[in-house]
């Protein structure tokens, strides 16, 4: 270096020489001694400057093996943020940087809870890589306290002696605890905690070194705020995934609402685009609900290239009122359904009709209960009319009646054939009688008589009474009754007018041709069972729902 006149400083009793490097003095020599030989100084301040180099180059090394501890400690702050561990292992493997960087016998984190800020969690890490201490505290005064308060950098060498010094805010356990460094956390300007240095052998920091932990404390508080910032956006998106579910869930349920109401049911838009549509007008066209959804109504639904004639759909769209139309659609067999059409207007925020639902309902059993009430209105009064018509039968019927019984009493008995001719017209006219009691009945509203009757004897009497049109057809009559039966409570002339009814239909069936009707009657586990099959051509398919309908007939009324 550069050449300087070397000095000592004499005292009474000891020798002062500095031992300089590189124009710095880097330490002391302290002789017991009042004089030195010239030719001792010499070698001894030779051997001061040796020991200076020496110093030099040791504190050099401590602080390069300081700057790398930095940097490590740098390193796992950028490995954490990039990683997926969470806040906890974040705050501990920085935590523990800091500490090893600053030799510190071990190093606190303590957080202020948002909500309350005298309480706060407590986390101390040692030489270990895990938590010693994870506690909440009371955090209402002492060292830290006050750091976190007044927004400083506070250092303490000795803690005992400091008055802010509180036990339970301050202290560490498992150590002899002497000093302290005191660096706040920041975040958005919110000071959120402290990072604590139990014991480093760097207290009191430099400005320089203050700066160094500054930097960490500062990394650390932006993890803290990247971690809340993920936290948040896992809430985020947690809510809305959930929202999503249930947006999902809500759809399902719309979708079974409208998959559940059997009458068609769709809206469109003002454009006349399908906007929804429920399963059963999709199945109308024998496609599934999604492939409609976009497609205009008029060409979808109904084949057409422009909106149906006679649609209302337009008045919706265009006037919000609520429109109401019928229209029949004709199929096979010349069969027809009969749809009744409601619109109904969707309006926006500012009253403006943007869709239009369409609700189709087919009415057809309605409109064929209608008719059959009308039908029952004119049964009705066709059965006043006939209990008038019955009074006026009556009487010719009880003469035939009572005429038939004077011929039998006085027919002589070896004229077999004539009291048989004469005992049918009695059981004909006395049939007659009781079709027209049942008339009356009908009409007065009177109950029918049950009584206890032989099922095979009702069906005997019936084809007794048809033995006459045996003659004039060439049909024959096979019946095989069951044996062993009970006796079937029952309307006795009403019973035998359906045998009598159903023979003579079978018969007018077979016409001409040579026919058979077989009759059989079974009684089995409580039911009885009477089959009538005759060899004409049947009845149609599409007439044998109808038979049961009052007056359907095929007959021509001439």
């Not at 009757?453 to 009474?465: F, K, P, R, T």
């Not at 089995?524 to 009845?539: H, M, Y």
């Amino acid at each position: 270096g550069k050449s300087r006149e070397e000095k000592s400083y004499r005292r009474d009793y000891f020798q002062l020489i500095p031992l300089y490097w590189k124009q710095d003095i880097q330490a002391i020599i302290v002789l017991d001694a009042k004089v030195i030989p010239e030719s001792d100084f010499a070698l001894i301040q030779l051997i001061g400057n040796s020991i200076a180099r020496e110093l030099f180059i040791h504190q050099t090394k401590v602080t390069t093996i300081s700057s790398e501890q930095y940097l490590t400690t740098l390193r796992i702050i950028s490995a954490t943020q990039s990683s997926e561990l969470n806040l906890n292992d974040v705050q501990l493997w920085i935590l523990k940087g800091i500490k090893d960087t600053f030799k510190g016998e071990m190093a606190g984190l303590v957080l202020v809870d948002p909500e309350n800020p005298s309480i706060a969690q407590k986390k101390m890490v040692g030489s270990g890589s895990e938590w010693l201490i994870n506690d909440t505290i009371r955090f209402e005064k002492g060292i830290l306290k006050n750091c976190v308060e007044k927004n400083l950098f506070y250092q303490v060498i000795d803690v005992l002696s400091d008055q802010l010094f509180d036990y339970e805010t301050d202290s560490c356990r498992d150590i002899t605890q002497r000093s302290m460094i005191c660096s706040p956390i920041i975040v958005n300007s919110f000071t959120v905690g402290v990072i604590t240095i139990y014991n480093s052998p760097h207290t009191p920091l430099d400005a320089f070194d203050q700066g160094l932990l500054v930097s960490l404390t500062t990394s650390l508080a932006n993890s803290i705020y990247n971690n809340q910032l993920i936290q948040q956006l896992k809430i985020a998106n947690a809510d809305l995934e959930a929202s999503g579910w249930e947006l999902l869930n809500s759809r399902n349920t719309l979708r079974a609402l409208f998959d559940s109401i059997p009458a068609s049911f769709y809206i469109i838009d003002r454009n006349y685009s399908l906007v929804a549509i429920n399963r059963s007008r999709a199945t109308r066209v024998g496609v599934t609900p999604n492939l409609l959804v976009g497609k205009r109504c008029y060409e979808a639904l109904h084949h057409q290239s422009a909106p149906c004639p006679g649609c209302k759909v337009a008045e919706t769209l265009y006037n919000g009122g609520l429109t109401n139309r019928n229209q029949r659609f004709w199929g096979d067999n010349d069969t027809s359904t009969e749809w009744e059409i409601s619109t109904y207007p969707i309006f926006d925020n500012n009253e403006l009709v943007i869709q239009a639902i369409l609700f189709e309902q087919d009415v057809t059993e309605k409109r064929h209960l209608e008719t059959e009430l009308i039908q029952s209105e004119k049964l009705a009064a066709v059965g006043q009319l006939a209990a008038g018509v019955a009074h006026e039968i009556n009487n010719p019927l009880a003469a035939v009646i009572a005429n038939a019984q004077i011929l039998m009493r006085d027919l002589p008995k070896d004229e077999e054939d004539w009291m048989e001719s004469v005992k049918l017209i009695e059981t004909a006219g006395q049939r007659a009688g009781n079709v027209v009691k049942n008339l009356l009945g009908l009409a007065r509203k009177e109950l029918y008589e049950f009584l206890p009757i032989n099922l095979n004897e009702s069906i005997q009497n019936a084809l007794n009474l048809l033995s006459h049109e045996l003659l004039v057809h060439p049909v024959t009559i096979n019946f095989d009754p069951g044996q062993d039966f009970p006796m079937l409570v029952a309307s006795k002339e009403n019973m035998q007018s359906v045998w009598i009814n159903i023979i003579m239909n079978a018969i007018e069936a077979i016409g001409e041709k040579e026919g058979i009707i077989n009759v059989s009657t079974r009684y089995k586990d409580g039911e009885f069972t009477i089959t009538i099959r005759d060899n004409g051509p049947g009845i149609p398919e599409n007439q044998v729902v109808k038979i049961f309908e009052p007056f359907f007939t095929t007959k021509s009324p001439l």
